[in-house]
């Protein structure tokens, strides 16, 4: 069965510094991979997702994540915060022959600092 | 509706109680699903209803959640003889058939309290 692993559970960084928020997964078969986010007392939002093709992805607000096979990675990453993108974070995984069903990760909680 | 709308928005039931958690998805979309948010985690897939039928119910912890979506649109999350650890959000999401592809909407949650 799949799975997601979020290494960090908070990231703390810098105003205007860049930011990378890695993202494992574990599966037998193709998968498609998706960045969702939480905004405080808000609910998910889609940020960004890999179903095929390119392997660097881009999404909303300047966010960024590269699929990696051989590493089964797919880190989030920005070139520059602002404090507008604190908020909870969550990777998940869905498999490519299976139903629709995503499995989200614990989630990384990015704290910009002044 | 404009959004994945889920009532109430808060719960507090005593422990044993019976509850129902509402979720109204965005209008025409074929799949819903509920997962159900701890402190500090990430979303728990619970269950994943295609039209009126669960396609997908692995989730659910034991016989005591139940969920019905019975003219495909509306769900109802049922818990029987609630516990203390049955306490988190449960958040109701909706899409397009395929909704991977398209990305899930998702409401604001219930967050539901045992005491």
């Known amino acids: 069965a799949q799975s997601v692993t979020q290494l960090d559970s908070q990231v703390p960084v810098f105003e205007e510094a860049p930011v990378e928020l890695r993202c494992n997964y574990s599966?037998?078969?193709?998968?498609?991979l998706f960045w969702y986010v939480q905004y405080p007392n808000q609910g998910l939002q889609l940020l960004l997702k890999y179903l095929s093709g390119s392997t660097l992805v881009k999404g909303i607000n300047g966010f960024e994540a590269e699929f990696n096979k051989s590493q089964t990675s797919f880190h989030l990453r920005k070139p520059s915060v602002h404090i507008s993108d604190t908020a909870e974070y969550f990777c998940?995984?869905?498999?490519?022959?299976?139903?629709?069903?995503?499995?989200f990760g614990k989630g990384t909680r990015l704290h910009i600092l002044p | 509706g404009a959004g994945v709308s889920q009532t109430p928005s808060n719960k507090v039931t005593e422990k044993g109680k019976y509850v129902e958690l509402r979720c109204d998805p965005i209008?025409?979309?074929?799949?819903l699903y509920w997962y159900r948010q701890s402190l500090g985690q990430g979303p728990e897939f619970l269950i994943y209803f295609q039209g009126t039928g669960a396609a997908d119910d692995s989730g659910l912890p034991n016989d005591r959640f139940f969920a019905v979506r019975p003219e495909g649109s509306v769900s109802t999350l049922k818990i029987q003889r609630t516990e203390r650890g049955d306490s988190a959000v449960y958040l109701c999401a909706s899409s397009w058939t395929g909704g991977r592809v398209y990305g899930y909407t998702f409401g604001s949650g219930t967050r539901l309290t045992v005491v």
């Open positions: 209008s025409g979309h074929t799949a």
């Open positions: 599966s037998s078969v193709s998968v498609y």
């Open positions: 998940a995984v869905s498999e490519g022959d299976r139903d629709d069903k995503i499995i």
